[in-house]
């Protein structure tokens, strides 16, 4: 694998190879010592456009435990603050020979583009909200481990919808692995024909009972430029999963940031059924697989960046 963009470019076989290849890394998680020298040599840049907490420090952390080099980059206290381009930042960050780019922006369609700009491979922390490959392998990962198989699993995904990455990338990566999927929330944070992408969608919690996980999501206030929700109030009153609504046998999932009493009552978060903090920790391993995948079996880094472009001052 050179690059990871997109789920849609895995097939099932690829997502269980990486999954397997995770779990093999809990090993180095678990050590004393957490690291292995597999990326000993190989230079990661983390390249960070939008605000993250989780993907950020999983990545570094997955970088450092292989023994790779990293640098972070913010866009904040950057040149882009200075009107410097996507494009023209990518070019000159790769005059450092990076061996691989991990790229967050709030732009459908970056990763890629910065696939055709750079040697380096590229891995999409997300990007807008097209999809956020990592987080669906994380959360296959973390569901995997606390029930087993996916094969005809019920799996719910309720809230914004229509700003979410993450449903995206999950839809495509669960019913790959077997599950099925149905998407609920406001008619106004469904997007029009989703259905095509093999989910059923609901429009109210009244058939919830049915499903094995609840997975719920963020009211993505920053992405939203008009009302979707007559108020958060109302949204809570109809969509909030709390402990009415959650089911003892449910598994409740979650990719963070949480809004406390929006999409989750509290008594939810800190409930048994919660797998949301075994999430954040496959995040590492997974991330560490992720890296190895795309690096390990490489020949040496390339020698010379594409088209390197002056650095403005
Ligand atoms: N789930 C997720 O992507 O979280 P961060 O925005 O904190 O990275």
Redesign the pocket.
Known sequence: MRHLLSIEDLDRSAIERILDRAKSFTEVSEREIKKVPALRGRRVLNLFYE??????SSFELAAKALSADVVNFAAGGSSVEKGESLKDTVQTLSAYRPDLIVIRTPYVGAARLVAGWTDASVVNA?DGKHE?PT?ALLDVYALRDRIGALDGASIWIVGDVLHSR?ARSNIHALKKMGARVTVCGPPTLIPRGIESLGCAVEYSLARLPEADVVYALRMQKERMTDSFVPSIREYAARYQIDGRRLGPRQVLMH???VNRGVELAAEVIDSPQAIIGQQVAAGVVVRMAVLYECLAGRGAPHTEPKAATPVPT
Do not use: K, Y
């Not at 605000?51 to 950020?56: C, G, K, W």
């Open positions: 605000a993250s907490t989780r993907t950020r997300g956020h987080q993450v990719p963070g940031p």
